[in-house]
């Protein structure tokens, strides 16, 4: 029996940006908290939480955009011209993060400031970019011919605006969340109120969105059961574990909170950012472009698919195993004095 190789491709992509939303969604997170830090210390504990995996969480990102250039090129070519703007500024905010996060350790006290408004400054509109790329692919994108046929501000709208500002209470929220897991004392109480405040606005922008989804994008509504003439049960019922799960993780979440558990806050984040994905693969598969193109239609030849899935089964297990050795070796609370060269 033949390997379907189009739906394995499919599969490698979508769980490398989900594992990227995931990992970096924490780290950027806790960039976007910087502001609110007392001092510091403070700062210093919160940057030694995420220094031995930051740029390791970034690989996935890697992973998921040039395996979506050589799987599936159609694909690539309509979604980076409709999204171009956006997708160069989360690159160039990446790149100042980056270059903030090693010149706020080594450059001069003087400078120390700067790189530090610099690295929250390159976390938020890194989140804002991607949540401008997330709302603009949800709303769809034109396609005529197998290319872009819009025009170069498509995705901005009220819609993108919001899934970003969404995207910037969940970041804060996994960021919040991961704090008060590796702090302690002042820093893992204030993590605590960050958490609170950071679920609470995700809780009500990810209602938001949903809604908003639903009202806007018909094609959506009419997967979820909702269409011009009323509500089919029947379709919506198969879907239902997924809000279920979204509503299971905020109230872990908030369990954890209130019984002052320092790893379950966390997990619940994440299970909320699961069902968030999982609920977006519902409502578009088979497309990999919203919502004229289907992963087959966009997918290369055989040949090249199966050719690259040969290095892909030998370098993945790789990637993952260091990934999964570093989060145990680096595991535990952390503290200004932690150290990072």
């Known amino acids: 029996m033949s390997l379907d190789l189009p739906l394995i491709w499919a599969g490698l992509i979508a769980v490398s940006v989900l594992l990227y939303v995931l990992l970096d969604g924490f780290d950027l997170g806790v960039g976007i908290l910087f502001p609110f830090a007392r001092s510091p210390a403070e700062r210093d504990a919160m940057m030694n939480s995420i220094a031995p995996y930051w740029d390791g969480n970034e690989t996935w990102l890697v992973l998921g955009g040039g395996g979506l250039f050589a799987a599936f090129p159609m694909a ?94 969940g970041y804060a929220l996994l960021g919040a969340t991961w704090v008060a897991w590796r702090s302690e004392h002042q820093l893992h109480d204030d993590a605590r109120r960050w958490s609170l405040i950071a679920g609470g606005a995700t809780a009500v922008l990810l209602g938001a969105v949903s809604l908003a989804t639903l009202i806007v994008h018909p094609r959506v509504a009419q997967r979820w059961g909702f269409t011009g003439e009323g509500f089919d049960p029947a379709v919506f019922l198969p879907h ?4 279920l799960l979204g509503l299971a993780g905020l109230a872990l979440a908030a369990w954890g909170l209130w019984k002052r558990s320092h790893h379950a806050p966390f997990l619940g984040a994440l299970l909320v950012f699961l069902s968030g994905y999982i609920g977006l693969a519902a409502s578009f598969f088979p497309n990999i472009v919203p919502y004229d193109v289907s992963f087959r239609q966009a997918a290369n030849e055989p040949g090249a698919l199966g050719f690259m899935l040969v290095g892909v089964a030998i370098l993945l297990p790789v990637i993952l195993g260091y990934t999964a050795w570093v989060y145990w070796i680096f595991r535990g609370k952390v503290a200004a004095d932690a150290g990072y060269h």
């Open 240 to 243: 239902l574990p997924i809000p």
């Open 76 to 169: 690539y070519a309509i979604v980076g011209p409709a999204l171009y703007l956006p997708l160069m500024l989360m690159l160039l905010a990446l790149i100042l993060r980056g270059v903030a996060f090693e010149f706020r350790l080594h450059g001069r006290k003087r400078g120390k400031a700067l790189w530090t408004a610099a690295f929250a400054t390159g976390s938020l509109v890194a989140t804002l970019s991607q949540g401008l790329v997330l709302g603009g692919y949800i709303q769809g994108i034109a396609v005529r011919d197998g290319a872009f046929a819009g025009g170069p501000f498509d995705w901005l709208t009220p819609y993108s605006l919001l899934v970003a500002v969404g995207l910037v209470a």
